[in-house]
């Protein structure tokens, strides 16, 4: 079975434990290579990216698979698009496909909390299949 690398873009400021529970449930998938969590820039309730980069690593610090690391990108899509260009840019005879799973939180004004948090699931890869 092939790899997949989980590409996990936000703001993160700050993390809590929705995050973690997502990042954990992925690292301990076989058919998972690597988590990749993306921090966008900006500030949110007095949170700065670097901030919230130190917060990941030391909530994840015991998970090997995960890879924190802050973007330029506003955007958790475009963050997930450029990461995955700069990829293929870098690797460009890579022989091997590669697979990757995008997770994205988009936040709407629900009633319930367990309504306000809604996970999109964008298939980078067709070969993708998380069991």
Request: charged share 25%; net charge positive; hydrophobic share 40%.
């Amino acid at each position: 079975m092939e790899k997949v690398t989980v590409l996990y873009p936000g703001g993160f400021k700050p993390p809590h434990g929705g995050h973690i529970d997502l990042i954990k449930k992925y690292a301990e998938l076989p058919e998972v290579k690597e988590i990749w969590v993306l921090v966008g820039p900006g500030v949110r309730d007095g949170i700065v990216q670097s901030q919230a980069v130190e917060m990941l690593e030391k909530l994840t610090e015991d998970m090997k698979k995960v890879v924190v690391q802050g973007v330029p990108w506003p955007s958790p899509v475009l963050a997930a698009y450029k990461i995955l260009s700069l990829i293929h840019i870098s690797e460009p005879t890579r022989l091997l496909s590669i697979s990757y799973a995008v997770f994205c939180l988009k936040k709407k004004k629900m009633k319930t909390k367990k309504e306000k948090n809604k996970i999109m699931h964008l298939q980078i890869n067709e070969k993708i299949r998380l069991h």
